[in-house]
């Protein structure tokens, strides 16, 4: 079974426009997200609508206009890929680790779609940057940003195989997609089960301005 990692990413970020470009300790962001997968061994793509983007990092494939980063990805795969299974790993997630990667592709073996999760900080429950998910028996049941008080911390990373990627493709489109701006619930909505696996991560998630400057204070600069 081969495997590759897709990530995708875009410049008109509405919460944080270029920020694929932000620099991260004079790295730009998607540079130091691709270099963190590209250290697991598997083949690395970015997938992008931006030639910017593409001139930033080594291995790129420059697709056309999409909703979101899921469907992004599979106009890459329709159009350049023939892998078996693919890692879709969010381009705003500078400290993702091997062992997080490894886990969710490992998930495939007993789910259709994967997915991963931390122990949620008590801070970030309220935070609409932060995508909680409801979840029982390694079955994700739902994933909102709204304030919760129970439930865990998604990663933006998931798993799927070829197959998966053919019903996301034809599956209906409901409106708390849109609500949420969850590309994920399509999956849930269309019946399609999503395993989970607990993983370890201290790590920050690039959604906001704030974001870069926390990330610099805990790595030095």
Known sequence: MTTAILIPARL???????????????????????????????DTYVVTPDRTIVDAVPRAILVGDADNGTERCMLAIDEHLQYDRYINV????????????????????????????????????????????????????????????????????????????????????????DIEKLEQLRWIQNGIKIGVVEVEFDGIEINAPEDLVEWHKRNGK
């Not at 997200?33 to 590209?38: F, L, N, Q, R, S």
């Not at 949620?120 to 429950?125: A, P």
């Not at 979840?135 to 994933?143: K, N, V």
């Open 12 to 42: 008109d970020s509405t919460r944080f426009p270029n920020k694929m470009l932000a620099e991260l300790n004079g790295v730009p962001l998607i540079r130091h997200v691709y270099d963190k997968c590209v250290a697991t061994g598997l």
């Open 90 to 177: 969010q381009g705003d997630m500078p400290d993702i680790t091997t062992d997080i990667i490894r886990a969710v592709e490992a998930e495939l073996k007993n789910s259709d779609v994967s997915t991963a999760y931390t122990q949620m900080d008590f801070n970030l429950r309220s935070d609409p940057n932060c995508v909680k998910m409801i979840h029982s028996r390694g079955r994700a049941h739902w994933f909102l940003r709204a304030s919760l008080m129970y439930g865990d911390h998604h990663l933006g990373i998931y798993g799927y195989n070829r197959e998966t990627k053919a019903m996301y493709s034809v599956s209906r489109r409901y409106i708390e997609e």
